[in-house]
């Protein structure tokens, strides 16, 4: 099984595309709390309309709240990692953890966990990509790697 943790997100949009990405692969989302909107925002509910009833959906109040719950390998994404999403194995039950569009992660969490720090390649002078495209990017990969296992 496989995790998406989005901390803290602020757009509506990119967690509904999010949400379809994760129901569509069955995946795990996991929404950090605060959240920019509420989860009943039509521009969510309108991204991930025809999958919503596919998602496996759970909220957290805080971070500490959600590493209080959940155990398992987490790999955090920033544009200032030093590895590649490549570079990196994900196993079964891996968490793949996501910032906020306008900030990322915390900086502690990046601190905490240099090992499992990792980026997505980009031209120079390119700050990132869209958050519910990174989050395919590597929803995919770490998929690829247990060869698609129950997807068709």
């Known amino acids: 099984m496989l995790h998406v943790v989005l901390v803290e997100p602020e757009i509506p949009a990119n967690t509904g595309n999010i949400a379809r990405t994760c129901a569509a692969t069955g995946s795990v989302l996991h ?15 309108r991204a991930g309309l025809d999958y919503w009833h596919l998602l496996d959906i759970t909220y957290y109040d805080s971070w500490e709240d ?51 720090c990792v980026r997505i390649p980009m031209r120079e002078g390119a700050r990132s990509l869209n ?20 997807l068709k």
Not at 34 to 44: M, N, R, T
Not at 106 to 114: A, I, R, W
Not at 132 to 149: I, P
């Open 66 to 116: 959600f590493a209080s719950k959940n155990s398992g390998p987490c790999f955090f994404f920033s544009p200032k990692a030093p590895r590649r999403y490549t570079d990196m194995q994900y196993p079964d039950g891996t968490y793949l953890v996501f910032g906020r569009e306008d900030a990322g992660l915390p900086e502690s969490l990046l601190v905490e966990h240099p090992e499992r």
């Open 131 to 150: 958050l519910s495209n990174s989050v395919a990017v590597l929803v995919f990969e770490a998929l690829r790697q247990t060869g698609f296992e129950n």
């Open 31 to 45: 929404l950090v709390k605060p959240l920019g909107f509420d989860i009943s925002d039509k521009a969510v509910k």
